[in-house]
């Protein structure tokens, strides 16, 4: 009996055949978002202390900023600071009931966090360069 049961066992190790559905994919990036968020948090501190620090200190935050990879950092923290805002507030709506917790309303809420999160991000990278 107990041999029967594990030759019936369902196995799938294949990972290239597992997709996430489309509700996984925005709720495992707003976590990352978040942490990504909160780690932004530190670094955007530190470059306003050192912004108004003093005159100099506004210089080298200038400087640090003018840098392409700083400014691809910045672009990368407000495209997660968007998506996470974007994403937040999905879940919001739906915690009050005023958004669905149906499957297709998750689904479609979800696709336009992210054609929202691509135009806020877009918005940011004009913003930066
Ligand atoms: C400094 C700003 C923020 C930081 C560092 C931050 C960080 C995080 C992190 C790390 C999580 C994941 C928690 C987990 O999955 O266990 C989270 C969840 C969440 N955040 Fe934020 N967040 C920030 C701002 C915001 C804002 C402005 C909103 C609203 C628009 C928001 C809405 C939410 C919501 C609703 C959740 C819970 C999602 C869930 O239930 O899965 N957050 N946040």
Same mark, same amino acid.
């Not at 005023?98 to 917790?101: A, G, I």
């Given at each position: 009996m107990i041999k029967n049961a594990k030759k019936q066992r369902p196995v799938n190790? $294949? =990972?290239?055949?597992i997709r996430f559905p489309v509700t996984a994919i925005a709720s495992i990036l707003h976590r990352v978002s978040g942490v990504i968020t909160f780690v932004a948090v530190g670094i955007l501190l530190w470059l306003l202390g050192q912004s108004l620090s003093s005159p100099e200190g506004f210089l080298v935050a200038h400087a640090i900023m003018s840098g392409l990879l700083a400014k691809f950092i910045l672009w990368g923290i407000l495209t997660a600071l968007a998506y996470h805002v974007v994403v937040g507030i999905r879940h919001m709506l739906m915690d009050t009931g =005023? =958004? $669905?917790?149906t499957l297709i309303a998750g689904k479609r809420s979800a696709m336009i966090s992210f054609v929202l999160t691509f135009v806020l991000s877009l918005l940011a990278g004009v913003l930066v360069w």
């Open positions: 190790l $294949d =990972l290239s055949t =005023l =958004l $669905d917790e």
